[in-house]
Nanobody
Framework: DVQLVESGGGSVQAGGSLKLSCTYSGHTSFIDCLGWIRQTPGKEREGLATIDSRGITAYADSVKGRFTISKDNVLNILYLQMDNLKSEDGAAYRC??????????????????????WGEGTQVTVS
């Protein structure tokens, strides 16, 4: 199994920045891809950004140019730097891990509950 724990959420004004972290542990050697989704009540999950074992990244159009995904392979931490935040970015943000998938492939599947392992989420509010 893989365990993921998010942190860094909070409240920020529109135009501001936040950096989310996701610490992952367990059988991490099996992980090929990590990523972030967000979810708001009444809306479908939205895949935002992914990064694979080669360091290749992929972004949804809604966040491209504003969000940056990165990871620390030594500390096993996944990050999501969010800049120029908008009110519509307010949501619960969750990180996820999967295997046998590239970053670009994962962007299309990360919103599925079958993607792999999930964290519980951290809330972001933009006012």
């Amino acid at each position: 199994d893989v365990q993921l724990v998010e942190s860094g959420g909070g409240s920020v004004q529109a135009g501001g920045s936040l950096k989310l972290s996701c610490t992952y542990s367990g059988h991490t050697s099996f992980i090929d891809c990590l990523g972030w989704i967000r979810q708001t009540p009444g809306k479908e999950r939205e895949g935002l950004a992914t990064i694979d074992s080669r360091g290749i990244t992929a972004y949804a159009d809604s966040v491209k140019g504003r969000f940056t995904i990165s990871k620390d392979n030594v500390l096993n931490i996944l990050y999501l730097q969010m800049d120029n935040l908008k009110s519509e970015d307010g949501a619960a943000y969750r990180c996820a891990a999967s295997w046998d998938v590239t970053a670009r492939e994962a962007l299309g599947s990360i919103a599925s509950p079958e993607f792999g392992y999930w964290g519980e989420g951290t809330q972001v509010t933009v006012s």
